[in-house]
Nanobody, 123 residues
Framework: QVQVVESGGGLVQTGGSLRLSCSAS????????MGWFRQAPGREREFVAL????????YYADSVKGRFTISRDNAKNTVYLQMNSLKPEDTATYYC????????????????WGQGTQVTVSS
């Protein structure tokens, strides 16, 4: 069992930045693909970014490409999402997820989820 906990959300103005963190328990963190998803009210949960086990593989949704950066520190069992040039449409609850195998942008690939952290971007 892997426990995933997100932090770092908050309220920011348009054009601002936030860095989300996600810590995961377990000695096998380095073997997990880690992903970030988000869900706005009334909308389905959507993929944001993922990072492979060794951080050489990263993949972003088109909507965040060039603005968001995903990274990981396996020594700290932590994955990060640096969000720059934030827009009101980025407002959502952001979820971190762990997949014990290779994973894609499909949320069904992920076995473990955090409770989410709220990001609100004011216009």
């Amino acid at each position: 069992q892997v426990q995933v906990v997100e932090s770092g959300g908050g309220l920011v103005q348009t054009g601002g930045s936030l860095r989300l963190s996600c810590s995961a328990s377990g000695r096998t963190f380095s073997t997990y693909t880690m992903g970030w998803f988000r869900q706005a009210p009334g909308r389905e949960r959507e993929f944001v970014a993922l990072i492979g086990r060794t951080a050489t593989s990263v993949y972003y949704a088109d909507s965040v490409k060039g603005r968001f950066t995903i990274s990981r520190d396996n020594a700290k069992n932590t994955v990060y999402l640096q969000m720059n040039s934030l827009k009101p449409e980025d407002t959502a609850t952001y979820y971190c997820a762990a997949a014990p195998r290779g994973a894609s942008a499909n949320r069904n690939d992920y076995d473990y989820w955090g409770q989410g952290t709220q990001v609100t971007v004011s216009s």
